[in-house]
Nanobody
């Protein structure tokens, strides 16, 4: 089970930190899990925002968030974070946390693939950035 928290309403230029709390499996096991943050704005397809591998810490960022967002994980706490700075109105969306137990090539290739499907998803949380 994945539960997102930390969303809300913020002014343009502000910051938010999203938290994904994972239960049902442990990140500090021997596996290398794909951990990702995705978002879906009204009328748009879901897109990968940022991903990280649980064991190696390799990461991926969408071009639209590079330099503004930072993904991290705390394997001991079974938690994934997304620090979002310099938020823009176009960042407004429902944000989803996703995990998968298998990374087919590498985390960057996996999350850069349009329509990538992860095995488990959270319920989503709203982030609204006002101008």
């Amino acid at each position: 089970q994945l539960v997102e928290s930390g969303g809300g309403l913020v002014q343009s230029g502000g910051s938010l930190r999203l938290t994904c709390t994972i239960s049902g499996f442990t990140l500090y096991s021997s596996g290398n899990y794909a951990l990702g943050w995705f978002r879906q704005a009204p009328g748009k397809e879901r897109e990968a925002v940022s991903c990280i591998s649980s064991r190696d810490g390799d990461s991926y960022y969408a071009d639209s968030v590079k330099g503004r967002f930072t993904i991290s994980r705390d394997n001991a706490k079974n938690t994934v974070y997304l620090q979002m700075n310099s938020l823009k109105p176009e960042d407004t969306a429902v944000y989803f946390c996703g995990t998968d137990s298998f990374i087919p090539v590498d985390i960057r290739t996996m999350c850069a693939t349009p329509g990538v499907e992860f095995g488990s998803w959270g319920q989503g949380i709203q982030v609204t950035v006002s101008s």
